[in-house]
Protein backbone atom coordinates (compact mmCIF):
# COMPACT_ATOMS: atom_id res chain seq x y z
CA UNK A 1 0.00 0.00 0.00
CA UNK A 2 2.77 2.03 0.78
CA UNK A 3 4.29 1.85 -2.18
CA UNK A 4 1.01 2.57 -4.54
CA UNK A 5 0.70 6.05 -2.19
CA UNK A 6 4.04 7.37 -3.06
CA UNK A 7 3.50 6.36 -7.04
CA UNK A 8 -0.08 8.24 -6.40
CA UNK A 9 1.72 10.89 -4.72
CA UNK A 10 4.41 11.22 -7.12
CA UNK A 11 2.43 11.31 -10.23
CA UNK A 12 0.10 14.30 -9.12
CA UNK A 13 0.40 17.53 -10.09
CA UNK A 14 1.63 19.84 -7.46
CA UNK A 15 -0.70 22.16 -7.73
CA UNK A 16 -3.94 19.81 -7.27
CA UNK A 17 -2.14 18.59 -4.39
CA UNK A 18 -2.93 22.05 -3.51
CA UNK A 19 -5.99 22.15 -4.39
CA UNK A 20 -7.05 19.03 -2.98
CA UNK A 21 -5.57 19.79 0.63
CA UNK A 22 -6.97 23.58 0.65
CA UNK A 23 -10.10 22.42 -0.06
CA UNK A 24 -10.33 19.44 2.12
CA UNK A 25 -9.37 22.28 5.37
CA UNK A 26 -12.21 24.64 4.31
CA UNK A 27 -14.51 21.92 4.16
CA UNK A 28 -13.73 20.47 7.57
CA UNK A 29 -13.62 23.60 8.77
CA UNK A 30 -17.12 24.65 7.78
CA UNK A 31 -18.54 21.32 8.71
CA UNK A 32 -16.77 22.47 12.01
CA UNK A 33 -19.15 25.29 12.16
CA UNK A 34 -22.17 23.84 11.41
CA UNK A 35 -21.44 21.67 14.06
CA UNK A 36 -21.15 24.34 16.13
CA UNK A 37 -24.21 25.49 15.52
CA UNK A 38 -26.06 22.65 16.50
CA UNK A 39 -25.07 22.76 19.40
CA UNK A 40 -25.99 26.21 19.98
CA UNK A 41 -24.73 30.16 19.21
CA UNK A 42 -21.84 29.80 16.91
CA UNK A 43 -20.28 33.22 17.75
CA UNK A 44 -20.75 32.65 21.78
CA UNK A 45 -17.57 33.36 23.58
CA UNK A 46 -15.67 30.21 23.94
CA UNK A 47 -14.62 28.88 27.20
CA UNK A 48 -10.67 28.84 27.78
CA UNK A 49 -10.24 25.54 28.12
CA UNK A 50 -11.45 25.46 23.99
CA UNK A 51 -9.06 28.19 23.16
CA UNK A 52 -5.83 26.08 24.69
CA UNK A 53 -6.91 22.86 22.95
CA UNK A 54 -7.26 24.52 19.59
CA UNK A 55 -3.95 26.36 20.72
CA UNK A 56 -2.57 22.56 21.11
CA UNK A 57 -3.91 21.34 17.91
CA UNK A 58 -2.74 24.04 15.62
CA UNK A 59 1.15 24.32 17.31
CA UNK A 60 0.97 20.10 16.93
CA UNK A 61 0.30 20.53 13.21
CA UNK A 62 3.07 23.40 13.01
CA UNK A 63 5.62 20.97 14.88
CA UNK A 64 4.43 18.18 12.35
CA UNK A 65 4.64 19.99 8.90
CA UNK A 66 8.21 22.07 10.06
CA UNK A 67 9.65 18.13 11.03
CA UNK A 68 8.52 16.72 7.79
CA UNK A 69 9.86 19.81 5.90
CA UNK A 70 13.08 19.18 7.97
CA UNK A 71 13.09 15.53 6.37
CA UNK A 72 12.57 16.89 2.86
CA UNK A 73 15.28 19.12 3.08
CA UNK A 74 17.58 16.69 4.33
CA UNK A 75 16.93 14.72 1.48
CA UNK A 76 17.64 17.65 -1.21
CA UNK A 77 20.78 18.50 0.48
CA UNK A 78 22.37 14.57 0.06
CA UNK A 79 21.52 15.38 -4.00
CA UNK A 80 22.65 18.43 -4.34
CA UNK A 81 25.99 17.38 -2.30
CA UNK A 82 26.70 14.21 -4.37
CA UNK A 83 26.14 16.58 -7.08
CA UNK A 84 29.50 18.20 -6.47
CA UNK A 85 31.01 14.65 -5.32
CA UNK A 86 29.85 12.57 -8.88
CA UNK A 87 31.64 15.73 -10.94
CA UNK A 88 34.59 15.78 -8.63
CA UNK A 89 35.03 11.59 -8.95
CA UNK A 90 34.59 12.18 -12.87
CA UNK A 91 36.38 14.74 -13.55
CA UNK A 92 39.46 12.95 -11.23
CA UNK A 93 39.03 9.40 -13.40
CA UNK A 94 38.89 11.85 -16.77
CA UNK A 95 42.64 13.19 -15.55
CA UNK A 96 44.13 10.10 -14.52
CA UNK A 97 42.68 8.23 -17.65
CA UNK A 98 45.29 10.66 -19.74
CA UNK A 99 48.00 8.41 -18.25
CA UNK A 100 46.90 5.42 -19.89
CA UNK A 101 48.49 3.96 -23.17
CA UNK A 102 46.65 4.60 -26.18
CA UNK A 103 44.01 3.43 -27.85
CA UNK A 104 42.98 2.80 -24.13
CA UNK A 105 42.87 6.89 -23.34
CA UNK A 106 40.77 7.63 -25.93
CA UNK A 107 38.61 4.81 -25.26
CA UNK A 108 38.10 5.53 -21.73
CA UNK A 109 38.36 9.47 -21.87
CA UNK A 110 35.33 9.19 -24.42
CA UNK A 111 33.48 7.28 -22.34
CA UNK A 112 33.03 9.68 -19.16
CA UNK A 113 32.80 12.74 -21.49
CA UNK A 114 29.67 10.63 -23.10
CA UNK A 115 28.77 9.42 -19.12
CA UNK A 116 28.76 13.12 -18.16
CA UNK A 117 27.08 14.47 -21.19
CA UNK A 118 23.86 11.44 -20.23
CA UNK A 119 23.99 12.39 -16.39
CA UNK A 120 23.33 16.30 -17.96
CA UNK A 121 21.22 15.23 -20.05
CA UNK A 122 19.36 13.34 -17.53
CA UNK A 123 18.75 15.64 -14.61
CA UNK A 124 17.07 17.90 -17.22
CA UNK A 125 15.02 15.38 -18.47
CA UNK A 126 11.26 15.20 -17.73
CA UNK A 127 10.07 11.61 -15.99
CA UNK A 128 8.44 10.40 -19.59
CA UNK A 129 11.89 10.85 -21.13
CA UNK A 130 14.20 9.81 -18.64
CA UNK A 131 13.80 5.58 -19.35
CA UNK A 132 16.01 6.10 -22.19
CA UNK A 133 18.59 7.95 -20.46
CA UNK A 134 18.66 5.16 -17.46
CA UNK A 135 19.07 2.70 -19.96
CA UNK A 136 22.21 4.60 -21.59
CA UNK A 137 23.48 5.34 -17.94
CA UNK A 138 23.73 1.82 -17.37
CA UNK A 139 25.67 0.80 -20.45
CA UNK A 140 27.97 3.29 -20.45
CA UNK A 141 28.87 2.26 -16.44
CA UNK A 142 29.10 -1.11 -18.03
CA UNK A 143 31.65 0.05 -21.49
CA UNK A 144 33.68 2.00 -18.59
CA UNK A 145 34.23 -0.91 -16.83
CA UNK A 146 34.95 -3.35 -19.54
CA UNK A 147 37.27 -0.68 -20.80
CA UNK A 148 39.40 -1.00 -17.14
CA UNK A 149 39.48 -4.41 -17.98
CA UNK A 150 40.72 -4.26 -20.97
CA UNK A 151 43.88 -2.26 -19.96
CA UNK A 152 44.59 -3.74 -17.06
CA UNK A 153 46.92 -6.11 -18.08
CA UNK A 154 49.21 -3.22 -19.88
CA UNK A 155 49.05 -1.29 -16.64
CA UNK A 156 49.07 -3.28 -13.65
CA UNK A 157 52.90 -2.61 -12.88
CA UNK A 158 52.51 1.16 -13.16
CA UNK A 159 51.95 3.01 -9.49
CA UNK A 160 49.09 5.06 -11.66
CA UNK A 161 47.03 1.71 -12.23
CA UNK A 162 45.83 1.60 -8.61
CA UNK A 163 44.75 5.51 -8.34
CA UNK A 164 43.13 5.33 -11.56
CA UNK A 165 41.31 1.75 -10.60
CA UNK A 166 39.92 3.45 -7.36
CA UNK A 167 38.63 6.91 -9.06
CA UNK A 168 36.95 4.60 -11.78
CA UNK A 169 35.28 2.49 -8.66
CA UNK A 170 34.08 5.87 -7.20
CA UNK A 171 32.52 6.87 -10.34
CA UNK A 172 30.50 3.73 -10.18
CA UNK A 173 29.94 4.22 -6.79
CA UNK A 174 28.75 7.67 -7.15
CA UNK A 175 26.31 6.34 -9.71
CA UNK A 176 24.79 3.84 -7.37
CA UNK A 177 24.49 6.41 -4.46
CA UNK A 178 23.16 9.20 -6.75
CA UNK A 179 20.24 6.51 -7.54
CA UNK A 180 19.58 5.57 -4.31
CA UNK A 181 19.65 9.36 -2.80
CA UNK A 182 16.56 10.06 -5.60
CA UNK A 183 14.64 7.18 -4.62
CA UNK A 184 14.76 8.14 -0.88
CA UNK A 185 11.59 10.05 -0.30
CA UNK A 186 9.62 11.24 3.04
CA UNK A 187 7.24 7.96 3.07
CA UNK A 188 4.11 8.82 2.13
CA UNK A 189 2.41 7.44 4.61
CA UNK A 190 3.80 10.41 6.56
CA UNK A 191 2.55 12.95 4.28
CA UNK A 192 -0.66 10.96 4.42
CA UNK A 193 -0.94 11.25 8.16
CA UNK A 194 0.31 14.92 8.23
CA UNK A 195 -2.87 15.56 5.56
CA UNK A 196 -5.57 13.82 7.58
CA UNK A 197 -4.50 16.01 10.55
CA UNK A 198 -4.70 19.15 8.55
CA UNK A 199 -8.05 18.31 7.75
CA UNK A 200 -8.69 17.11 11.30
CA UNK A 201 -7.17 20.85 12.95
CA UNK A 202 -8.79 22.49 10.05
CA UNK A 203 -12.62 20.58 11.89
CA UNK A 204 -11.16 21.65 15.16
CA UNK A 205 -10.44 25.24 14.45
CA UNK A 206 -13.62 25.62 12.60
CA UNK A 207 -15.66 24.67 15.08
CA UNK A 208 -13.99 27.12 17.65
CA UNK A 209 -14.76 29.74 15.10
CA UNK A 210 -16.59 33.18 16.67
CA UNK A 211 -17.23 36.07 13.88
CA UNK A 212 -16.42 36.62 10.37
CA UNK A 213 -12.62 38.51 11.11
CA UNK A 214 -11.60 34.70 12.67
CA UNK A 215 -12.94 32.63 10.04
CA UNK A 216 -11.03 34.75 7.29
CA UNK A 217 -8.05 34.84 9.43
CA UNK A 218 -8.87 31.19 9.85
CA UNK A 219 -9.08 30.67 5.48
CA UNK A 220 -5.44 32.56 5.35
CA UNK A 221 -3.99 30.02 8.24
CA UNK A 222 -4.92 27.06 5.64
CA UNK A 223 -3.92 28.72 2.90
CA UNK A 224 -0.06 28.88 4.44
CA UNK A 225 -0.03 25.07 5.97
CA UNK A 226 -1.42 24.20 2.76
CA UNK A 227 1.76 26.25 0.76
CA UNK A 228 4.12 24.75 3.27
CA UNK A 229 2.29 21.33 2.66
CA UNK A 230 2.95 21.31 -1.00
CA UNK A 231 6.66 23.16 -1.08
CA UNK A 232 7.77 19.74 1.27
CA UNK A 233 6.44 17.52 -1.09
CA UNK A 234 8.09 19.41 -4.23
CA UNK A 235 11.32 19.64 -2.70
CA UNK A 236 10.99 15.91 -1.63
CA UNK A 237 10.62 14.95 -5.48
CA UNK A 238 13.83 14.48 -7.00
CA UNK A 239 12.34 14.49 -10.46
CA UNK A 240 9.22 16.46 -11.75
CA UNK A 241 9.69 19.05 -8.79
CA UNK A 242 10.53 22.69 -9.06
CA UNK A 243 12.73 22.67 -6.29
CA UNK A 244 15.55 20.54 -7.46
CA UNK A 245 19.48 20.50 -6.69
CA UNK A 246 21.51 22.38 -9.09
CA UNK A 247 23.65 20.90 -11.74
CA UNK A 248 25.81 23.51 -12.07
CA UNK A 249 29.03 21.55 -10.73
CA UNK A 250 28.18 19.01 -14.06
CA UNK A 251 27.79 21.40 -16.00
CA UNK A 252 30.93 22.91 -15.67
CA UNK A 253 32.53 19.58 -15.10
CA UNK A 254 31.01 18.93 -19.20
CA UNK A 255 32.53 22.06 -20.57
CA UNK A 256 35.65 21.22 -19.23
CA UNK A 257 35.84 18.20 -20.67
CA UNK A 258 34.74 19.42 -24.09
CA UNK A 259 37.51 21.99 -23.80
CA UNK A 260 40.02 19.76 -23.13
CA UNK A 261 39.94 16.23 -25.04
CA UNK A 262 42.66 13.97 -24.27
CA UNK A 263 45.59 15.11 -26.89
CA UNK A 264 45.49 18.79 -25.01
CA UNK A 265 47.30 16.63 -21.82
CA UNK A 266 49.78 14.65 -24.71
CA UNK A 267 53.49 15.88 -23.57
CA UNK A 268 54.89 19.17 -25.46
CA UNK A 269 58.26 18.24 -27.64
CA UNK A 270 60.87 19.59 -25.64
CA UNK A 271 63.06 22.05 -27.07
CA UNK A 272 66.66 22.22 -27.69
CA UNK A 273 67.21 25.79 -27.45
CA UNK A 274 68.97 26.36 -24.31
Known amino acids: MSHELAGLLDATPIWLIGVLVLGAMLLAAWAGRALAYLRGDPDEKRPDVESHIVSAVMGLLALLVGFTFSIAMDRYDTRRVLVLEESNAIGTAYLRAQLLPEPSRDQISGVLKAYTDNRVALSEAPRNRRAPLVLENDRLVTELWRGVVAVHPRIQTLEAAGPFIESVNLVIDMDASRKVARDAHVPALVFLLLFVYQVASAGVLGYALSGSRS ?26 GAVRESQQPMKTLQRQLADHPPSTYDPQPQSDTP
Do not use: E, K, P, S
Not at 220 to 231: D, I, S
Open 215 to 240: IFLAAMLFALFTLALVLTIDIDRAVG
